[in-house]
């Protein structure tokens, strides 16, 4: 591909330099600031988003464990709160304010900062270059600045946490009215605009990646890399890629809307309200419009968190059974319908709005259909792993872990994607349950797994085994813990986003299991911290890496070496001769990509 | 104190782990990586197992535990909420069945086909029949499903029955205000500039309308059992929502765009503290939508009684018109051509 050596003139360079080390290393010697800081190098970058995506993971998941404290122990007061948040928890017990803001920004700190940047951002970049056989993104800058422009969003947001009214507390889909009118909460004075600004730097910084994953992963793969012999992970993270473009602009477009009826006394979604006697001169607007706005991309930012993680978990399922990943083109088909699904249905998160009948029904009919390539790629894994030789690397089991929450709580979306099931249960803890299991669990569950089986590629080591079998089971056996029971709330009826029950003849029946359920919540949240540590640590002083290809995989990655420097192959780049799953073929356990086919092959 | 000692235990346990997950690396190498991993993965594969028997048994124990303690161990209390358990059980079974095969089969498959050295994986890329199976089965379940659905949601959501009961509700944080259209059967027009809860006006009524002057308000809504209500709900400020959990059904109240909801009490409140054995029953109403600080303690309550005594609770109720102009002139207004004075001071 003429391409590579066009935009890659510099990794020529670098090829050059590898053989002559001693010669003129200075010349090409990174300072600390291109080399960590502004680097433009995918790997970095990647690294990068991990990183931070990891920091906003701990600060969301403390909010949750926090939140938790008054759920579970709602009679208790802690004075090491009151030492530690001043009014926010006065007496040592959590203030509503403070609880809803803790329940906002943990939602929208771990959909976007973490499981959207963190983990999409983290993986695109690492493995799109590396897998399809190419020395870089297509544009190093803006990727660069894709990340930079996250970093700016997280500055917002972090200092958002700081400001006296508090951060924004209307819940992280921040329906107006409430988000658009300081009067009606604290949250709503300026920690929203400073949400909103943040959400517009996410976006900017959302497509400045997106279009450059697509670009590359359509312009630069290998000789031979043909689109239908990529590895899943690529096509997951393309299908992801273009996802965020379509969708986000859209989040764009409400959120500015929403900064204008905030800040300039427009009425985009406010219309004849009185709120605390005051009576406000809009009229017009629909608190609707929000809501279709808000979910056009709310519902795509589902799948956007997810497919990136089934596409590892396909790679890392197919790699330790040591066996093709069953049926590829109906994983890649249904991939593409998930894909366009999850645009057309987003108003199912709107059947109690008043949203008109008879176009509900039209979405319950299409969200159901999204069960249909959902069920195709469960039993694929099933039967992939089915007469393997599974070898259960910590990859492996957080990848097994993964189909079996995607199970659990895909099954719960077709409760609630069915409109009747949905007048019932619709803003109970049985939606609580079914995307924390779904979204949440799962896609950290294919987070961590990719994070486990490239942490060799990352950084050249191993991470500690003993301490990965701790964190995953106690992971998979506490996510379960904690999030099956909240059925049974969901199942009374139990609202969400309520801090305290105590008062309800119909919800005071819980508060053994909501005891339960916090306890939980805080043993594994104290083992994720383990695994920060076993990362932090093994970054340094892990077991070393020693053969090239550590798990026997057939995908370029692989052939690169151990440790590769900016520009991926020190050589020319591979060509790439078959698709990425030959294992157990003709006899063979692996075949990578860059073998030739042989004369006496046998087809798959 | 104890916040120290935990923390210190905590540390403690942190670097016990530690050592021990870096004494067993150390360990791995000298045994030989070989002969550690294959030991590994036996433990593995065996928690895989335990994982699936426990989980199963735990699953069976939570619902012994708490099924009792959701809706579904009552019945419904309205005509629509019937439909909507049938579909819940449905649904359970069919997500059941599903859940148990792929459950089983995963931790099955991962236990059986755990890494043996004589084992060779079986290459198998693709079978169209399979694959087929596989779309089509799912499919005509789920269509199953969604056209039960649709057909329930059809009911439910259609047009409320002529004769059907008139109730406003209104949400504001934190509470619910209700109205009754009074004998002529129709709500008086409101207008939100008009809102003045201090005046006796909390609903934006406009007194003008001839219609309101019979309007009952009230904070406490009253249904008759067996006979269809139609709520038209509202909110003042944000988006608040009518949650009621025992009729099952839920609806959105929004600022400027009514929306409305309808359905058949099918028991009094006396007959669901029988039915449920709780002698404090009552029907609450949740508000189920996010609505600021005091979003969890937005409740209000419903009485479903007989006619008689609905009635009688009806006849005790003074009309709001009535009180605001007793309040407002201290000669009671004869008739209702005489308004515009008072109303003025209204305003």
Same mark, same amino acid.
């Given at each position: 591909?003429?391409?590579?050596?066009?935009?890659?003139?510099?990794?020529?360079?670098?090829?050059?330099?590898?053989?002559?080390?001693?010669?003129?290393?200075?010349?090409?010697?990174?300072?600390?600031?291109?080399?960590?800081?502004?680097?433009?190098?995918?790997?970095?970058?990647?690294?990068?988003?991990?990183?931070?995506?990891?920091?906003?993971?701990?600060?969301?998941?403390?909010?949750?464990?926090?939140?938790?404290?008054?759920?579970?122990?709602?009679?208790?007061?802690?004075?090491?709160?009151?030492?530690?948040?001043?009014?926010?928890?006065?007496?040592?017990?959590?203030?509503?304010?403070?609880?809803?803001?803790?329940?906002?920004?943990?939602?929208?700190?771990?959909?976007?900062?973490?499981?959207?940047?963190?983990?999409?951002?983290?993986?695109?970049?690492?493995?799109?270059?590396?897998?399809?056989?190419?020395?870089?993104?297509?544009?190093?800058?803006?990727?660069?600045?894709?990340?930079?422009?996250?970093?700016?969003?997280?500055?917002?947001?972090?200092?958002?946490?700081?400001?006296?009214?508090?951060?924004?507390?209307?819940?992280?889909?921040?329906?107006?009215?409430?988000?658009?009118?300081?009067?009606?909460?604290?949250?709503?004075?300026?920690?929203?605009?400073?949400?909103?600004?943040?959400?517009?730097?996410?976006?900017?910084?959302?497509?400045?990646?997106?279009?450059?994953?697509?670009?590359?992963?359509?312009?630069?793969?290998?000789?031979?890399?043909?689109?239908?012999?990529?590895?899943?992970?690529?096509?997951?993270?393309?299908?992801?890629?273009?996802?965020?473009?379509?969708?986000?602009?859209?989040?764009?477009?409400?959120?500015?809307?929403?900064?204008?009826?905030?800040?300039?006394?427009?009425?985009?979604?406010?219309?004849?309200?009185?709120?605390?006697?005051?009576?406000?001169?809009?009229?017009?607007?629909?608190?609707?419009?929000?809501?279709?706005?808000?979910?056009?991309?709310?519902?795509?930012?589902?799948?956007?968190?997810?497919?990136?993680?089934?596409?590892?978990?396909?790679?890392?399922?197919?790699?330790?059974?040591?066996?093709?990943?069953?049926?590829?083109?109906?994983?890649?088909?249904?991939?593409?319908?998930?894909?366009?699904?999850?645009?057309?249905?987003?108003?199912?998160?709107?059947?109690?709005?008043?949203?008109?009948?008879?176009?509900?029904?039209?979405?319950?009919?299409?969200?159901?259909?999204?069960?249909?390539?959902?069920?195709?790629?469960?039993?694929?894994?099933?039967?992939?792993?089915?007469?393997?030789?599974?070898?259960?690397?910590?990859?492996?089991?957080?990848?097994?872990?993964?189909?079996?929450?995607?199970?659990?709580?895909?099954?719960?979306?077709?409760?609630?994607?069915?409109?009747?099931?949905?007048?019932?249960?619709?803003?109970?803890?049985?939606?609580?349950?079914?995307?924390?299991?779904?979204?949440?669990?799962?896609?950290?569950?294919?987070?961590?797994?990719?994070?486990?089986?490239?942490?060799?590629?990352?950084?050249?080591?191993?991470?500690?085994?003993?301490?990965?079998?701790?964190?995953?089971?106690?992971?998979?056996?506490?996510?379960?813990?904690?999030?099956?029971?909240?059925?049974?709330?969901?199942?009374?009826?139990?609202?969400?986003?309520?801090?305290?029950?105590?008062?309800?003849?119909?919800?005071?029946?819980?508060?053994?299991?909501?005891?339960?359920?916090?306890?939980?919540?805080?043993?594994?949240?104290?083992?994720?911290?383990?695994?920060?540590?076993?990362?932090?640590?093994?970054?340094?002083?892990?077991?070393?890496?020693?053969?090239?290809?550590?798990?026997?995989?057939?995908?370029?990655?692989?052939?690169?070496?151990?440790?590769?420097?900016?520009?991926?192959?020190?050589?020319?780049?591979?060509?790439?001769?078959?698709?990425?799953?030959?294992?157990?073929?003709?006899?063979?356990?692996?075949?990578?990509?860059?073998?030739?086919?042989?004369?006496?092959?046998?087809?798959? | 104190?104890?916040?120290?000692?935990?923390?210190?235990?905590?540390?403690?346990?942190?670097?016990?782990?530690?050592?021990?997950?870096?004494?067993?690396?150390?360990?791995?190498?000298?045994?030989?990586?070989?002969? @550690?991993?294959? =030991?590994?993965?036996?433990?593995?594969?065996? $928690?895989?197992?335990? &994982?699936? *028997?426990? !989980? #199963?048994?735990?699953?069976?124990?939570?619902?012994?535990?708490?099924?009792?303690?959701?809706?579904?161990?009552?019945?419904? @209390?309205?005509? =629509?909420?019937?439909?909507?358990?049938?579909? $819940?059980?449905?649904? &359970?079974? *069919?997500? !059941? #069945?599903?859940?148990?095969?792929?459950?089983?089969?995963?931790?099955?498959?991962?236990?059986?086909?755990?890494?043996?050295?004589?084992?060779?994986?079986?290459?198998?890329?693709?079978?169209?029949?399979?694959?087929?199976?596989?779309?089509?089965?799912?499919?005509?379940?789920?269509?199953?499903?969604?056209?039960?659905?649709?057909?329930?949601?059809?009911?439910?959501?259609?047009?409320?029955?002529?004769?059907?009961?008139?109730?406003?509700?209104?949400?504001?944080?934190?509470?619910?205000?209700?109205?009754?259209?009074?004998?002529?059967?129709?709500?008086?027009?409101?207008?939100?500039?008009?809102?003045?809860?201090?005046?006796?006006?909390?609903?934006?009524?406009?007194?003008?309308?001839?219609?309101?002057?019979?309007?009952?308000?009230?904070?406490?809504?009253?249904?008759?059992?067996?006979?269809?209500?139609?709520?038209?709900?509202?909110?003042?400020?944000?988006?608040?929502?009518?949650?009621?959990?025992?009729?099952?059904?839920?609806?959105?109240?929004?600022?400027?765009?009514?929306?409305?909801?309808?359905?058949?009490?099918?028991?009094?409140?006396?007959?669901?503290?029988?039915?449920?054995?709780?002698?404090?029953?009552?029907?609450?109403?949740?508000?189920?939508?996010?609505?600021?600080?005091?979003?969890?303690?937005?409740?209000?309550?419903?009485?479903?009684?007989?006619?008689?005594?609905?009635?009688?609770?009806?006849?005790?109720?003074?009309?709001?018109?009535?009180?605001?102009?007793?309040?407002?002139?201290?000669?009671?207004?004869?008739?209702?051509?005489?308004?515009?004075?008072?109303?003025?001071?209204?305003?």
């Amino acid at each position: 591909m003429s391409s590579e050596t066009i935009t890659h003139g510099h990794a020529v360079q670098a090829t050059a330099h590898a053989h002559d080390e001693h010669g003129h290393d200075h010349h090409h010697e990174e300072s600390f600031l291109t080399k960590y800081i502004f680097s433009t190098d995918h790997k970095m970058i990647g690294k990068q988003f991990l990183i931070t995506g990891m920091i906003w993971a701990i600060i969301g998941g403390l909010f949750s464990v926090l939140f938790r404290l008054q759920l579970g122990y709602p009679e208790m007061s802690f004075p090491f709160l009151e030492d530690l948040f001043g009014k926010w928890a006065a007496g040592g017990r959590i203030t509503n304010e403070f609880y809803y803001a803790l329940v906002t920004m943990h939602g929208t700190i771990l959909v976007f900062f973490v499981l959207t940047a963190g983990l999409s951002g983290t993986f695109a970049n690492i493995l799109i270059p590396l897998q399809i056989g190419a020395r870089d993104m297509a544009s190093g800058f803006l990727n660069m600045l894709s990340y930079w422009f996250f970093f700016l969003a997280s500055v917002v947001m972090f200092a958002s946490l700081f400001i006296q009214t508090g951060p924004a507390s209307g819940g992280w889909t921040i329906y107006p009215p409430l988000s658009a009118l300081g009067q009606a909460s604290e949250g709503s004075k300026l920690g929203m605009d400073f949400w909103l600004i943040s959400m517009a730097l996410f976006i900017v910084s959302s497509l400045l990646g997106g279009l450059n994953y697509i670009s590359t992963i359509l312009n630069l793969r290998t000789k031979g890399m043909s689109m239908t012999r990529m590895p899943l992970t690529i096509w997951a993270i393309f299908f992801t890629a273009v996802l965020g473009v379509l969708s986000f602009p859209v989040l764009l477009s409400g959120a500015v809307l929403l900064l204008f009826d905030r800040n300039l006394g427009t009425s985009f979604y406010l219309s004849e309200i009185v709120v605390k006697g005051e009576i406000l001169p809009n009229e017009g607007g629909s608190a609707i419009l929000f809501q279709h706005l808000f979910w056009f991309l709310g519902h795509p930012e589902v799948y956007i968190i997810l497919l990136p993680a089934m596409g590892m978990v396909s790679e890392i399922l197919s790699v330790n059974s040591r066996k093709p990943i069953f049926g590829y083109l109906a994983m890649v088909g249904s991939l593409f319908a998930i894909c366009i699904l999850a645009f057309l249905v987003w108003a199912h998160h709107m059947f109690v709005t008043g949203l008109n009948p008879f176009l509900g029904a039209f979405f319950v009919l299409l969200t159901l259909l999204i069960a249909v390539p959902s069920a195709i790629k469960v039993f694929n894994w099933l039967t992939t792993i089915w007469r393997g030789n599974i070898r259960f690397t910590p990859g492996m089991l957080f990848a097994i872990g993964f189909v079996s929450l995607f199970i659990s709580g895909g099954l719960t979306g077709i409760f609630l994607g069915n409109s009747t099931l949905d007048i019932h249960l619709h803003d109970t803890y049985f939606v609580v349950a079914h995307f924390h299991i779904v979204m949440g669990v799962a896609s950290f569950f294919g987070m961590f797994a990719g994070v486990y089986h490239w942490f060799p590629k990352m950084y050249g080591r191993y991470l500690n085994t003993t301490m990965a079998y701790i964190h995953f089971w106690v992971t998979f056996v506490g996510a379960y813990l904690i999030f099956w029971p909240m059925h049974y709330q969901g199942l009374a009826g139990m609202p969400r986003r309520y801090s305290d029950f105590s008062n309800w003849q119909s919800f005071n029946q819980f508060a053994d299991m909501n005891r339960f359920i916090s306890t939980v919540a805080m043993v594994v949240f104290a083992v994720q911290l383990l695994f920060v540590f076993n990362f932090f640590y093994s970054i340094f002083k892990g077991r070393k890496v020693k053969s090239q290809n550590p798990w026997g995989a057939n995908t370029l990655e692989w052939t690169t070496p151990i440790n590769p420097g900016h520009g991926n192959w020190p050589g020319d780049i591979p060509e790439v001769h078959r698709w990425a799953y030959d294992y157990g073929k003709d006899g063979r356990e692996f075949i990578p990509q860059t073998e030739p086919v042989g004369a006496n092959e046998s087809a798959h | 104190m104890s916040g120290y000692f935990i923390l210190a235990i905590l540390t403690l346990a942190f670097v016990v782990t530690f050592q021990i997950a870096k004494a067993s690396e150390y360990v791995s190498v000298l045994k030989g990586e070989e002969k @550690a991993f294959r =030991q590994n993965n036996r433990i593995n594969a065996f $928690l895989f197992i335990a &994982f699936l *028997v426990l !989980g #199963l048994a735990a699953a069976w124990w939570c619902n012994e535990e708490y099924y009792k303690k959701t809706l579904m161990a009552q019945p419904s @209390a309205s005509d =629509q909420g019937e439909k909507v358990d049938f579909m $819940l059980m449905l649904t &359970f079974a *069919v997500t !059941g #069945l599903v859940f148990l095969i792929t459950q089983i089969l995963l931790f099955w498959f991962a236990f059986k086909y755990q890494y043996r050295e004589k084992r060779q994986a079986f290459y198998f890329p693709h079978n169209n029949k399979l694959e087929l199976i596989w779309t089509v089965v799912p499919a005509i379940f789920l269509t199953v499903l969604v056209g039960l659905g649709m057909f329930y949601w059809f009911k439910m959501t259609g047009d409320a029955p002529k004769d059907a009961q008139l109730v406003e509700i209104t949400g504001k944080q934190f509470n619910w205000m209700v109205r009754y259209p009074g004998k002529d059967n129709v709500f008086g027009r409101k207008n939100y500039r008009l809102t003045d809860a201090s005046n006796g006006n909390a609903l934006g009524v406009d007194w003008e309308d001839a219609a309101s002057h019979d309007d009952v308000e009230a904070t406490e809504v009253h249904l008759v059992v067996g006979k269809p209500v139609k709520l038209v709900i509202g909110a003042q400020d944000v988006i608040h929502d009518v949650g009621l959990v025992h009729f099952r059904m839920k609806m959105d109240a929004v600022p400027g765009i009514p929306t409305t909801m309808w359905f058949t009490p099918k028991y009094t409140t006396a007959q669901m503290k029988e039915i449920t054995g709780n002698k404090d029953f009552v029907y609450e109403i949740s508000c189920d939508q996010m609505c600021g600080s005091g979003h969890y303690s937005m409740r209000g309550v419903i009485v479903v009684e007989t006619q008689e005594e609905f009635d009688a609770w009806m006849t005790s109720k003074k009309p709001q018109y009535v009180t605001v102009k007793e309040a407002a002139a201290p000669a009671p207004v004869a008739d209702s051509t005489a308004t515009s004075k008072p109303l003025a001071q209204l305003n």
